[in-house]
């Protein structure tokens, strides 16, 4: 009947749109991600809550993620005759523009021993591994043992002491100085870790310090899995052995040395005190340094999910209802 036809058409398009199952997913999306980021969680991809509600494995950075990330020199021991005041001078000379926390361990000690002000030269980053750069005509190389032998030689007799992260300081004449710094853990690291693992996740550490550092601090969150001296390829393609296996794996760092394996995992968080290109190269920022955010992150992600469930099952009911009502003309358009 065409007199009944035009207002059944206007009812049913009334009714009908905007469509309650289109909206059930993006409304709850958006709800959560405004509260996340009242509470300082800057989310920037759309699939973090869903792909953290399903998540299997949870892969911690450790220097500036899972500890303080301000390391402190506690001991410098000199390897020849250059004097302390000599190292720490050529080591921040060598550092300035660099923002791993070591990097800035080391530049504040030299600063409180007002040791003398140089400038380093074509000064290169290796990532996970240190840098090179030349001090007043001579090349220099700061970082892992590895890469210091690779200039300065190996060493004859070179006991690292355990529990320390270890900077050396070597060149074409020899090893000249070897730098302990330590760091401590976040006040909420062990609760963070602990969540976790209540939720059936299992906790891994990657970080590119000493193994015996790393299977420490590990030990001390009792975290499932733990591997040291890591560049960052190698965390990428653990990473990536762990997603052949169907894991579905949530990163989380803070440095250069991480963005990689930040943009290789399933969804990953930069700390907002970290580096740029970490947080560039990932899918939400915790806008500080407590990690507790990120089990706030979680708590969100499954109450987006569980109402989002909700959302679709009542659209659904709606639909089945209404629709049929409005086009055997049981609902008028006012209605």
């Known amino acids: 009947d065409a007199s009944r036809a035009w207002p059944l058409a206007i009812a049913v398009l009334v009714v009908s749109c905007p469509c309650a199952l289109s909206l059930a997913t993006p409304s709850a999306l958006a709800a959560a991600t405004d509260r996340l980021l009242s509470q300082g969680v800057l989310v920037m991809q759309p699939h973090v809550l869903e792909t953290l509600h399903r998540a299997t494995h949870i892969v911690f950075d450790k220097t500036g993620t899972l500890t303080e990330g301000k390391p402190g020199l506690s001991q410098l021991t000199m390897l ?23 990097s800035q361990g080391l530049m504040a000690a ?17 990532p996970g591994q240190g840098l090179e750069g030349q001090v007043e005509g001579q090349s220099y190389r700061i970082g892992s043992s590895s890469f210091v032998a690779a200039l300065a030689g190996e060493p004859s007799l070179l006991q690292e002491p355990r529990q320390v992260s270890c900077v050396y300081l070597g060149s074409e004449q020899g090893w000249h100085a070897r730098f302990e710094l330590t760091d401590r853990l976040k006040a909420d690291a062990l609760q963070t870790v602990r969540y976790f693992k209540s939720r059936g996740m299992s906790t891994v550490l990657l970080s590119g ?80 340094a407590k990690l507790s955010l990120l089990t706030q992150a979680a708590d969100a992600a499954a109450s987006c999910m569980r109402v989002i469930r909700q959302n679709l099952a009542w659209a659904t009911v709606y639909n089945l209802l209404a629709i049929p009502a409005a086009a055997c003309g049981l609902l008028a358009p006012w209605m």
Do not use: C
């Open 80 to 102: 020849d005759e250059m004097s302390e005041e000599t190292a720490l001078s050529i080591a921040a000379a060598l550092e300035v523009g660099s923002a791993h926390p070591l």
């Open 110 to 126: 030299a600063k409180e021993q007002a040791a003398t002000a140089r400038s380093a030269e074509r000064a290169t980053h290796y």
């Open 209 to 288: 310090d000493a193994p015996v550092i790393v299977d420490q601090v590990a030990s001390s969150l009792s975290m499932d899995a733990a591997q040291g001296g890591m560049l960052p390829q190698q965390k990428l393609d653990y990473v990536l052995g762990l997603q052949r296996e169907g894991a579905v794996v949530v990163m989380v760092g803070d440095g250069i040395n991480d963005a990689a394996v930040l943009r290789g995992a399933d969804v990953s968080f930069a700390m907002g005190s970290g580096a740029a290109l970490a947080q560039s190269h990932s899918d939400a920022v915790l806008l500080s």
